[in-house]
């Protein structure tokens, strides 16, 4: 039976805000995937859940893992009970697929990391902007070497996602449960760098609250202190010499900088914000010997939708890069972060059927949640920290 004839890999979605709206929809648009049940600790949500989607609705987690007929879940809770949930699926033989942070330190990760090869499970983590056809494009045409040696990465992401003061207090305002700016958008910010350029070797940077209490939910007034961040400010050093096509320019080992052997680390300035009132949305701008590559969209309602990609040569004008068809999702969805999500699922599910190790996983997982957990620390030290080889 080729992988195409394959049965369809089959998923209980555990939490039912992501879940619902994204995973649900795509899991059934995979081709490759099908849900069988949901999972939600609040018997109310659950069954609310279930009826409209015509599937079973458990309140308990082990009767769920204990159904033979699930072979993977989809864990899309908040950050802090994800770790233990994960642990326990992982023990009951469950494939996964953790959305981000997949937990609240590195070394929850790392755990995870190493129950999950000792059981020869499969874990996706969704980093959906790997799945996105414009970011593949450009990892197409940096991998190809169309700037040159890179010498300057630029990310801003400034979004107003959390700007109005009114909006309730929740787990997000929690730095110890896994809230604020970094783990929403510095995952993917480096997990994209990662990808896009090479692994971080250094980083420092600042973080901080612009607005530090948020009315409590129950409708009473009182206000409750919020000690997750809201902005983060952060340069880094990225290894381009274990990137495709990066390294092998007259430049490559040039410089004094600290990477592994005589590679010159490539800085990149990162700016996020959940804060910034007409703010800018999500922009990458890429430097390099031979030229320059741009990505960015203004779109603040989807972010997914709306990018555009640019690109100059020596001494030329930034001009737009035609779309290539052949990366193009089949069909458009109103939410735009369903397709590539959908594409991911597929990934997993051949990744589950070949028993080929799955990207992004556990590993790109860790090494951007590790960045998350030194950010911290620069911030909180001042001092620049050191990341790990390998």
Known sequence: MTLLEA?????????LGFGEKVHLPALRASGSTEPVALWHPRH????????AASLPGFTNFEALLADPGIEALVIATPPAPRFALAKAALDAGKHLLLEKPVGVSAEQVEELQRLAISRGLQVAVNFEYRAVPVFQQLA?????GVIGDPWLVKLDWLMSSRADASRPWNWYAQRSEGGGVLGALGTHAFDMLHWLIGPAR??????????????????SGRLAAVDAEDIALLQLGLDAGLATGFGTGSAAGSGAGSGAGSQRLVPA???LAA?????????LEFYGSEGTLVLGSDNQSDYVHGFHLWRAGRGEALQPVPVDPALAFARTWADGRIAPVARLHRWWAESVRTGQPMVPGLSEGFRSQLCCDLAIAAAGTGLRQDLPVG
């Open 7 to 15: 049965a369809p890999l089959r998923v209980a979605v555990a939490g």
């Open 44 to 51: 109310e949500r659950v069954q609310q859940a279930a009826s």
């Open 140 to 144: 197409a045409l940096l991998a190809a």
């Open 269 to 271: 300035q990162v700016s």
């Open 275 to 283: 804060v910034a009132r007409q703010g800018r949305g999500c922009w």
């Open 202 to 219: 250094e980083l420092q940077g600042t973080l901080s609250t612009a607005i530090d209490a948020r009315p409590l939910p129950d409708g």
